[in-house]
């Protein structure tokens, strides 16, 4: 007979709720992890609408990230054993008593961090190194920008930047206070959108080499504004419109690229290659403090739901997670 | 007093004439070249309407290459000597007796080869390795999609990408007989636009990793749908439109990159890059006669206007050039 655990289940139009499911199998390349945190992804909000359908194999459980500890290691992995504290990037299952993960997309939880910071990693170093670093190929002392300044991967960015050499970071935000977030974190420039225009602001400041943008719709025409010659735009989610009119005169005289990513999709070695990167550029800073996970708010497993609608409003300020220490 | 020379002169609704103007200076980085032919390119035509007019400290006359000997040597230059037999990408001025150019846009012309061959050349060989190469990174094994494959560029991307050693080379063009022309130069898949869809026939080929275009419209859409997982898509000039309606979801889920970019506008520094690239790449190619220039019809300089009109119509094959041989 399956072992069982428990599992925030989603129906359709109704609320989150704990249930009982299968405990998932570990593969021969895989760990299986008993969890102690969740972090919430906007991605997980889309998943509930039936949006975004988890891969094939994947488990149709919400949440892409999580930390635990090892309670099963697959015959061919060497590299981790029973009882390492962890956290991981998943493809699926976060919100779960027990996930079974690929061992290349693990990264052991330094020293005398918590369960719940090392919850909220995963998911936005892999997005930031994927996107601003491996993608738009940042080089030190170039212009960032940054939307959602003070989103999960915004509040991530900031760090990861600071910590690289970036010459200039910016963001914009929706409220004062997010912008003074964004500055104590490492902003240089934190533009309040609801009264400023970001273009002219960014313009002012010289133009931006990368923009990281989760926004599209209209932002798409303002970034490609906004962008220096040769400037590299990022979009990890179309959260205003994917349906845009562009004139694209100026992406060809100013030799812009437009693109895009998800980290999901990606094939288990693309994702191992990235979690090598951060390991290798970024996770030394983890280590010493000088990248923090941001923590807005931690809920209870039984409270997913209220979790999902603080993340759906957007009041937050980092990451929203999900805990068994609050249970 | 100024010297003088015979340059094609462009006024405004008139047909273009012969006239003399000042010969230019030679500055000190530059080399002064006689000139013995000149290729068109389509930019000259939109540059004769008025809608690209040439960089700051460029000449005003038409024209972006030329091929000649060396008349005048700049006091810092030391790689070139009076009487070299030179080809050129010029930022203006090729439509003319005498251009000055910077020193690192020059490639001596290998021996046995024709003023005119030589002509054909440096843009065409300059903006493939820039896009297809440089800005797209085309690795090798991979597909390549060129549209309006039997242009200048077409003809020269078709060779450069089969010596490089592309997977699978597909062009679209608008007849057979172009069809025919371009499978002769090395096209694996030669698409017919006016008798089969592109995209259809691009996906059956298992999609395309590397898209240059020069269309625009509606071909930027169709091209993100012809292209593979990672693919990137670059544009040269937006023939048929730059302002676009585009859905944008799958540039993100297929994590393409869309660009442009040009060549004119940029520093003297990165036009010697891709000299140097193109020299060291691919002009072995051109001494073996791997790449050879396609020529489609060669006038005298008095009959300026009725080459670019020939352009314009768009019936040939390869390059249009002006030629002193011919005069």
């Known amino acids: 007979m399956h072992k069982t655990m428990m599992a925030v289940i989603a129906e359709t139009d109704q609320p989150l709720k704990l249930g009982e499911v299968p405990r998932p199998d570990c593969g021969p ?10 972090g919430l992804n906007r991605a997980d909000l889309v998943q509930r609408q039936g949006f975004y359908p988890p891969p094939a194999g994947a488990s149709d459980i919400m949440g892409l990230e999580c930390s635990g500890v090892i309670a099963e290691v697959g015959s061919a992995v060497r590299e981790w054993q029973v009882g390492d504290r962890v956290c991981a990037l998943l493809a699926g299952g976060g919100y779960a008593e027990y996930t079974a993960v690929h061992h290349g997309s693990l990264f052991a939880i330094p020293d005398g961090m918590s369960f719940e910071e090392a ?35 915004g509040t991530m960015a900031i760090q990861m930047a600071k910590y690289f050499g970036a010459g200039k970071i910016i963001i914009s935000a929706g409220s004062d206070e997010k912008c003074a977030a964004a500055t104590a974190l490492g902003a240089d420039v934190a533009i309040n959108y609801r009264e400023a225009d970001f273009v002219e602001v960014v313009q002012a400041e010289g133009g931006a080499d990368v923009i990281l943008d989760m926004v599209g719709a209209d932002y798409v025409q303002r970034n490609i504004t906004a962008a220096k010659i040769g400037g590299r735009i990022c979009n990890i989610a179309y959260m205003s419109g994917h349906k845009v009119e562009l004139n694209l005169m100026p992406l060809m005289r100013k030799r812009l690229i437009l693109t895009g990513t998800t980290l999901r999709a990606r094939p288990i070695e693309d994702k191992q290659r990235i979690r090598d990167a951060v390991l290798a550029g970024f996770w030394g800073g983890v280590k010493t403090g000088a990248i923090k996970p941001v923590i807005d708010t931690v809920y209870p497993y039984d409270q997913a739901d209220a979790a999902q609608a603080h993340l759906s409003n957007g009041g937050h300020i980092g990451k929203i997670l999900l805990s068994r220490a609050q249970s």
């Open 29 to 38: 390349e895989e760990v299986l992890i008993e969890i102690q945190a969740s």
């Open 119 to 153: 919850a909220a990693l995963p998911e936005v170093m892999m997005t930031v190194w994927a996107n601003i670093f491996d993608r738009c190929a940042l080089r030190p002392g170039e212009t960032l920008l940054v939307h959602g300044g003070t989103s999960g991967i």
